[in-house]
Structures are given as C-alpha cells and as structure tokens.
C-alpha cells in the first residue's frame, strides 16, 4: 500500500537529508521508526503525509503514484491519513469535542451524525470528563489523548504519529501504545516514531531504523 522507490530528500540546495529509500508497508502492519535526533523521522513522516515532496524517487500510495496527483485527488488521498503531530496542534478555541470532531466536520458531516461517535471515542481515550474542557487547561497527557483522537476519528487507512508519547510518563505511554495496538487490531496501518527505548524494549514491533539519510527494517 505504500511504496518508495529510490527516494530521496534535500531541503533547498542543502545536503541530502534522506537517501536511497526504497521499501514496502503491506496494509494493516505496525511499525516503529527510530533514529537519533536530526536523522529524518519527521521528515519521513511528512513525506508519507503527503506534505513533502521527494527530491528525487518515486512514492506511491494507495497504488497511485503520488507524484502525479493533482491537488484535489492529493487532499482526498489525506483523508485516509491521520496524523498525530509532536507539538499536537489542538485549537485552544475549540474544546476537546470541538478538536476531535474537526475532521469531520471539514468533511461536512452534520454534528448530530457524528456526537455519539466522538463522545464514544473520547470516552474510549479516557477523555470522558474534558469534553467540553479547551486545550489550555487539559494536561500534557490529556491533550495527547485528544490529538491521538482526533487522528483516528476519521477512520483513517493510515495513522502516522511523531513522537506520540514524549511528554507523558512511562506509564501513560505504553497505555497510548495499547491504544494504537487496539486501532491497528481493527486494520489501520500504523506507523511511530519514537525514541523510547522502554517502549521498543516493550513492544517489540518491527522497526525502522533512520540513520545518516539510510534507512533499514529490523523485523
Ligand atoms: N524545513 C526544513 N528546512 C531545512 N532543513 C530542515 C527542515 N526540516 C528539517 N530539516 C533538517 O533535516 C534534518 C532532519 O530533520 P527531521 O526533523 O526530519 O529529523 P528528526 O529525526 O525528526 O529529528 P528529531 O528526533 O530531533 O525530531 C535535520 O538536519 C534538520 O535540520
Ligand atoms: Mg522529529
């Protein structure tokens, strides 16, 4: 389902940040990504987002090449991608519910259609209680809850997530693992990049491993 072929990657005339990437991610596998600071996960990542364009290499997803899509077809094919981001990116106008029914209602979908569904998630997040909380007063836990929420609600084919549990405790990280283990038990292709020791140590995923702009697969 997702492809590279000889992918590589440079910002501006800068050095070639990733080299050579050429693999496969067979649907409804879960991965680790690993890598020291500055080795390129996230640039990894937005790559697979869609965001990023690949300096050089060919990427397909879905079976289409991504390359070639237009600007409509490339938006659609997001839809199919959530993505949990470092820094979360919750809206602080917006309260918790708000947040992580955002994705729906971009999709146009009416509120009555969807309460159930992000009340039953957020309760399924251990967010029962924040519901109507905003962004500033949840706690750094609680606002990961809720970015990760809001990153699977949609259903997504694919969820990527950046360092998903850096600022929680041991704890709460590997229950958030449990959380996307459950996700990836219903089909979702997922992929973490993380710098946990403790959590590959725990889980024992396949990993990929990011290292001077080359990247390997430890299954
Ligand atoms: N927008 C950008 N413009 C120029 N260089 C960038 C940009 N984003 C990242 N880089 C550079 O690309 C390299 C890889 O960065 P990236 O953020 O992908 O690494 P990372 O593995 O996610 O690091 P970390 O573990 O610290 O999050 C770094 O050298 C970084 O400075
Ligand atoms: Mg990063």
Same mark, same amino acid.
């Given at each position: ?15 070639? @940040? #990733? ?11 879960? +991965?680790? #990504? &690993? ?7 996230? %640039?990894?990542?937005?790559?697979? #987002?869609? %965001?990023?364009?690949?300096? /050089?290499?060919?990427? %397909? ?6 390359? /070639? ?6 938006? =659609? ?5 959530? @993505?949990?981001?470092?820094? !979360? $990116? ?18 146009? =979908? ?23 909380? +905003?962004?500033?007063?949840? %706690?750094?836990?609680?606002? =990961? $809850? *809720? *970015?990760?929420?809001? *990153?699977?609600?949609? $259903? ?8 998903? &549990? ?14 996307? *283990? ?6 979702? &292709?997922?992929?973490?990049?993380? +710098? ?7 889980? /024992?995923?396949? =990993? ?8 390997? !697969?430890?299954?």
């Amino acid at each position: 389902m997702i492809e590279f072929e000889d992918v590589g990657l440079r910002y501006g005339d800068g050095p070639e @940040i #990733l080299k050579d990437l050429s693999f496969r991610i067979d649907p409804g596998s879960f +991965h680790f #990504l &690993t890598g020291p600071s500055g080795a390129g996960k996230t %640039s990894l990542l937005r790559l697979l #987002l869609l %965001s990023l364009k690949p300096t /050089r290499g060919r990427i %397909s997803m879905f079976g289409e090449d991504v390359m /070639r899509l237009n600007q409509d077809r490339l938006l =659609q094919m997001r839809r199919h991608i959530g @993505i949990v981001f470092q820094e !979360f $990116r919750l809206l602080d106008h917006l309260t918790t519910f708000e947040n992580v029914a955002l994705p729906l209602r971009v999709l146009g =979908q009416n509120e009555a259609d969807y309460r159930d569904n992000v009340r039953e998630l957020l309760n399924w997040v251990g967010l029962g209680d924040r519901i109507d909380a +905003h962004p500033p007063l949840l %706690s750094g836990g609680e606002k =990961q $809850r *809720a *970015a990760i929420a809001r *990153a699977v609600i949609g $259903r997504p084919d694919i969820l990527l997530a950046d360092e998903p &549990t850096g600022n929680v405790d041991p704890e709460l990280s590997e229950r958030l693992v449990h959380l996307f *283990a459950e996700l990836n038990r219903m089909g979702t &292709t997922i992929i973490i990049a993380t +710098h946990e020791l403790h959590l590959l140590k725990k889980f /024992r995923l396949p =990993q990929m491993l990011l290292d001077q702009g080359k990247l390997t !697969f430890n299954d």
